[in-house]
């Protein structure tokens, strides 16, 4: 046959409108976009669907080793998703493609902690790329291990402007800029201020206030704010591109907007929790407050609808989950330092791999706020393009990988933590009724979710290595026209 699988009849979403036709791939591409193919395989009908590119989801955490406990304490947690799980809740929710994180640890090389996440990742049936965590930027680190990284294909670098032990110095953030510069890398951010964080943190806790709610109080706007300018800025003196991640609220935004006025390559993501969850969600008796604890914190109602806004404006051009679960349950996860911690001792982060595209259908799409193409733009083509996987991952077009997902527009669901299908005992949206839902996943070519049953071989994920690519070349455009840190080559 000419084709291994044709998708039939379908409504295919492209992020430029849609057209009834049939999908041919062949070999796990698409080859062919017809009115009509015949000569196929197989075929899986999409008569009465949306068939949508696979969700490319550039924000994820799984299988991540973290220094266990509290700060300095050296026992070493995995977070409870592992790539096998993950992979499960993705298809299960339309996602087919990750970027996840490499840590590093100060003291600590890149290389060795690479190794032995590539052969984690490697176990999956998610195809995946990976930002390269910078938390203890050496001249080894910079200097040799960077350049490796990006000849083995690894395009990112990620930093944190806040947490303990991960936070970076004004000094050291710009260390990371000028290489990834000078080796052709984006610059992905977490933007809080550490100190500021800190001061209220300790002055919550003297007052007595430790209860998870207390989370928010600890880090308001401005702290985020500040620390989406400074970013900003440091991107602007190297001339280096970034991409803000999980912006929760206007004022940040507002900071990504003047950049991008201004000519700077500076994008921003935003996430399900942002225009889904609030602070007040952390308000609950006793520990339940925690499992919607995530950084930045949610905010208000209100800010939800201007964080619409900036979606809709174009600042906000990537919604990923931000996938970080650890179960409520147990000793491992949430209540790895006992259910009566302070909201400081509480790990953060909230699973959402799975529910990241229904959520954003529903709540975009079906209640009218964004469009398909919108949709399709913010969960695939846009992350595949930022992050270099594009034209291959995140949009349906002749010589893509066949990442597909038949969706029903009009499915009603109510979700639960069964539907999420990972390894979290808890799913923050319980309860949340969406319309729009995934019918079937196709990666590559192959069927691997059909009425929320996945069935993947384990290990068939496959590494995305990244070459250059257009969008993190630096703009050029230099104070008194003296490059102070010149690209390779
Ligand atoms: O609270 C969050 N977002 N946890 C995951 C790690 C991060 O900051 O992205
Ligand atoms: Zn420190
Ligand atoms: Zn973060
Ligand atoms: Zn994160």
Not at 95 to 115: D, H, M, N, Y
Not at 216 to 229: D, F, K, L, M
Not at 405 to 413: E, H
Request: charge should be negative.
């Amino acid at each position: 046959a000419e084709y291994d699988l044709v998708v039939r009849g379908g409504e295919v979403a492209t992020g430029f409108g849609t057209a009834r036709c049939d999908i041919g791939i062949r070999r796990g591409r698409i080859v062919a976009l017809a009115e009509r193919l015949t000569d196929a395989a197989a075929a899986l009908d999409a008569g009465g669907l949306l068939v949508l590119p696979g969700g490319v989801d550039s924000h994820c955490h799984i299988e991540e080793p973290a220094r266990g406990g509290t700060a300095g304490e050296p026992a070493v947690t995995v977070s409870e998703e592992s790539f096998l799980t993950a992979s499960t809740s993705a298809f299960a929710g339309g996602t087919t493609s990750v970027v996840c994180f490499v840590p590093q640890w100060k003291g600590e090389g890149i290389l060795p902690r690479l190794a032995d996440y590539e052969r984690r990742a490697a176990r999956g049936m998610l195809d995946y790329s990976f930002h390269q965590i910078i938390t203890d930027p050496t001249e080894a680190v910079l200097e040799r291990e960077v350049p490796e990284i990006v000849a083995r294909g690894i395009r990112s670098l990620k930093v944190f402007l806040t947490y303990e032990p991960l936070h970076l110095s004004d000094e050291d953030y710009i260390k990371v800029l000028v290489t990834a510069r000078r080796n052709g890398c984006l610059v992905t951010v977490h933007c809080e201020n550490y100190a500021a964080i800190k001061w209220r943190t300790g002055a919550l806790l003297a007052a007595g206030l430790t209860a998870p709610k207390y989370h928010a109080w600890s880090r308001p706007p401005v702290v985020e704010r500040e620390a989406t300018h400074r970013a900003i800025a440091l991107a602007e003196l190297v001339d280096q591109p970034i991409q803000v991640f999980h912006v929760s609220c206007a004022e940040a935004a507002e900071e990504i907007a003047r950049a991008q006025a201004r000519g700077l390559k500076v994008w921003g993501e935003t996430c399900p929790q942002y225009l889904t969850l609030t602070a007040g969600d952390m308000d609950r008796p006793g520990f339940a407050g925690a499992a919607f604890m995530c950084s930045p914190s949610p905010r208000s109602p209100e800010e939800q609808g201007r964080v619409w806004e900036m979606i809709r404006r174009g600042t906000l051009d990537v919604v990923s989950s931000d996938h970080c679960g650890f179960s409520m349950g147990g000793d491992r996860g949430k209540a790895v330092n006992g259910r009566d911690a302070g909201f400081d001792a509480i790990p953060n982060g909230i699973p959402g791999l799975a529910a990241r595209l229904p959520i954003l259908f529903s709540e975009g799409v079906s209640k009218g706020r964004i469009t398909l193409d919108d949709f399709v733009r913010l969960t695939a083509t846009n992350p595949a393009r930022l992050m270099g996987l594009a034209p291959r991952k995140g949009m349906i077009a002749v010589g893509a990988d066949a990442d597909l997902v038949l969706w029903d527009p009009r499915k009603k669901v109510t979700i639960t933590n069964a539907l999420m299908q990972h390894a979290i005992d808890y799913t923050p949206y319980e309860g949340l009724e969406v319309t729009g839902w995934p019918v079937a996943t196709v990666r590559r070519g192959e069927v691997v979710m059909r009425d929320g049953v996945v069935q993947a071989e384990p290990g068939t994920g496959r590494f995305l290595p990244r070459g250059p690519y257009a969008m993190v070349q630096p703009r050029g455009v230099l104070e008194n026209g003296f490059d102070a840190a010149p690209p390779r080559g």
